[in-house]
C-alpha cells in the first residue's frame, strides 16, 4: 500500500514537472521566435533603407556618365561635326579626346552610323581605326537600340529635319540609354545616345548617328561611395564574383553577365538579440499566463458576439421558419432593380397557398410548419438562379424573376410552382394536400413603380382565387382563359 501511493505521488509529480516543463518550453520557443522575427523586421527595414539608397547611387553615377557624354553628343556643333560624309576630325581632336580621356577619365568612345557600323574610335584620348570599336559595339548592340529607339520617342519636327527637346539626362524621359556593363575585364558604365542639336540645328530623318562611351569604375570610387553612403565594402562587380556572404542587387549587365552592387549589410537583430533577450525571458512568462487567461476569456465572449451578431445579421434578412429571403431583403433588390436601374425589366410573382388553413385546423400548426418549409424548398428549387423567392406572410409568398420574362416563359414556370406545390406534403402525423394561386406583374410593363407593380401582382392574385384557385393570372388582362391552370 505504501509502495503503491508513493508511486501514485511520484506520478502526479512528474505530470506535473512536465507540464510545466512544456509550458516553460512553449514560453522559451514564443520569445525566441518574436526576438527573431523583431530581427528579421529590423534587418529588412535596414536592407530596404540601404538598398534604397545604393539604388539612388547606382542611377547618380550612370546619370553622371551620361552627362558627361551629352557635353559632346547633345551640341549643335558635334551634329555639325559628325553628321554628312566627312567627320570633322579638327572638332574631334578638340573638343572629343581630350575631354573624354584627359577631363573625364573616359578611355573608350565610338561613333556608330546609321547603319550600325563604326564611323570613329577614341581610345585613352587616342584616335584609332574605327574598325577597332566593332567588339564594343557588337557587345553593346542592345543599349545602341535603346538608344535609338529613345530618339524616335522623343524627336519633333525641326525644319527641314529633327531635334529633340528637353533636358536629355534629367527629364522624364531620358535620351540616353546605360548600363553597368564588363568591357576587356573592365567594370564601367556604357552609354549609348543618339548624336542630337541643342539649340538650333537639327538631324536628318533616318536613324542617328550614336555615340557610345565606356567609362571605368575605380575602386577609389566605391570607397567614396562606401564613405558616403554609410556603407561596408560597396562594390560593383559581375554576380558570378559576388561573395556568398554579401549582399547582392543586381542593377543590370547583360543576360550572359548580370551585374550587382554588394555591400555588407549591418545586422540590428544582433543588437536586439543582447539587449532585449534578459529582459525578455524574466517577464514573458506572467505575462503570458494573464495574456493567455484573458485571450482565453474575450475569445470565447467575442466568438458568442460574432455567432450571435451573424445570426442577427441572418434573420434580419431572412423568414425564421423556412431560411428564404423576407420581405425586407426582397424589398432592397426590387428597390436595386428598380430605383437603382440594374435591370431593365422584371417580373413580380405573388403566390398563397390554397387549402392551408385546413392543415393547420386539421394538423396542427407544427404539421402547417412542416407544409411551408416543404413548399418554401419546392419554390427555391424552381426559382433557382432566375430570381428570388420570398417568404412574407403565414402563407404567402413573393418571387422576383430577372430572367426568362417572356410571357410564355413565365406562365410556364408558374404552371410548374403550382404543380410542385400540389404534391402531397408528408409530415410527422400524416399527409397534406395544398394549392397555390399565383397573380403575375410586369415592371415596368404593367407599373412604373415597386409599390404598384406589387399591388398588381395582388391583384391579379385576387383574380387568380376568385377565378376558381390554382392558376396563375396576369395582371394585365382580366380573361379567364389567358390564366394557366394548374
Not at 392551408?356 to 426559382?383: C, E, M, Q, S, W
Amino acid at each position: 500500500m505504501f509502495i503503491g501511493n508513493l508511486v501514485r505521488k511520484f506520478n502526479l509529480a512528474m505530470g506535473i514537472y512536465a507540464i510545466s516543463g512544456l509550458i516553460v518550453l512553449a514560453f522559451a520557443f514564443s520569445n525566441f521566435y518574436i526576438l527573431n522575427v523583431a530581427g528579421n523586421v529590423a534587418n529588412k527595414v535596414q536592407w530596404d533603407g540601404e538598398s534604397h539608397l545604393v539604388r539612388n547611387e547606382v542611377l547618380l553615377q550612370e546619370q553622371y556618365s551620361a552627362s558627361v557624354q551629352a557635353e559632346v553628343s547633345y551640341w549643335d556643333d558635334a551634329v555639325e561635326a559628325v553628321y554628312g560624309d566627312e567627320i570633322d576630325l579638327e572638332f574631334v581632336e578638340d573638343e572629343m579626346q581630350e575631354w573624354f580621356w584627359e577631363d573625364n577619365d573616359v578611355p573608350q568612345a565610338a561613333l556608330v552610323d546609321e547603319n550600325g557600323m563604326p564611323q570613329l574610335f577614341i581610345f585613352e584620348g587616342e584616335l584609332m581605326a574605327p574598325t577597332d570599336a566593332q567588339a564594343l559595339i557588337d557587345a553593346q548592340q542592345d543599349l545602341i537600340v535603346e538608344a535609338r529607339d529613345r530618339y524616335f520617342a522623343l524627336r519633333k519636327a525641326r525644319g527641314d529635319g529633327f531635334a529633340t527637346f528637353g533636358d536629355p539626362i534629367y527629364g522624364d524621359k531620358p535620351l540616353y540609354a546605360a548600363d553597368y556593363r564588363i568591357v576587356e575585364g573592365q567594370v564601367g558604365i556604357v552609354v549609348a545616345q543618339a548624336v542630337v542639336p541643342d539649340f538650333e540645328l537639327a538631324v536628318p530623318d533616318g536613324n542617328p548617328r550614336i555615340l557610345l562611351t565606356f567609362d571605368t569604375l575605380s575602386t577609389e570610387l566605391f570607397g567614396d561611395i562606401s564613405a558616403q553612403l554609410g556603407l561596408n565594402d560597396f562594390n560593383i562587380q559581375p554576380a558570378s564574383s559576388a561573395s556568398p556572404q554579401a549582399t547582392a542587387l543586381v542593377i543590370g549587365g547583360s543576360a550572359e553577365t548580370p551585374m550587382v552592387a554588394t555591400w555588407n549589410v549591418a545586422q540590428p537583430s544582433q543588437t536586439i538579440w543582447n539587449h532585449v533577450l534578459p529582459v525578455f525571458l524574466s517577464i514573458l512568462g506572467a505575462i503570458a499566463v494573464g495574456l493567455g487567461a484573458i485571450a482565453l476569456l474575450y475569445g470565447r465572449v467575442a466568438h458568442q458576439v460574432q455567432t450571435s451578431e451573424a445570426k442577427n445579421r441572418f434573420l434580419a434578412q431572412h423568414d425564421a421558419l423556412t431560411g428564404l429571403p423576407n420581405r425586407l431583403q426582397f424589398d432592397n433588390e426590387l428597390d436595386v432593380i428598380i430605383a437603382e436601374g440594374a435591370l431593365d425589366r422584371c417580373a413580380i410573382l405573388c403566390m398563397d397557398l390554397d387549402k392551408f388553413k385546413l392543415v393547420n385546423d386539421t394538423y396542427g400548426h407544427p404539421a402547417g410548419d412542416a407544409v411551408i418549409r416543404t413548399v418554401a424548398g419546392r419554390v427555391a428549387d424552381i426559382i433557382g438562379d432566375k430570381g428570388m423567392a420570398a417568404r412574407v406572410g403565414g402563407d404567402e409568398f413573393i418571387i422576383l424573376l430577372r430572367d426568362g420574362l417572356d410571357e410564355e416563359s413565365v406562365m410556364m414556370l408558374c404552371d410548374n410552382l403550382i404543380d410542385s406545390v400540389c404534391q402531397d406534403v408528408v409530415f410527422d402525423n400524416g399527409r397534406a394536400a395544398v394549392g397555390a394561386s399565383i397573380g403575375v406583374a410586369w415592371w415596368p410593363d404593367d407599373a412604373m413603380t415597386a409599390k404598384t407593380v406589387i399591388r398588381s401582382a395582388d391583384e391579379a392574385l385576387y383574380r387568380a382565387k376568385s377565378n376558381g384557385r390554382g392558376q396563375a393570372c396576369h395582371a394585365a388582362r382580366k380573361d379567364d382563359d389567358l390564366a394557366a391552370t394548374a
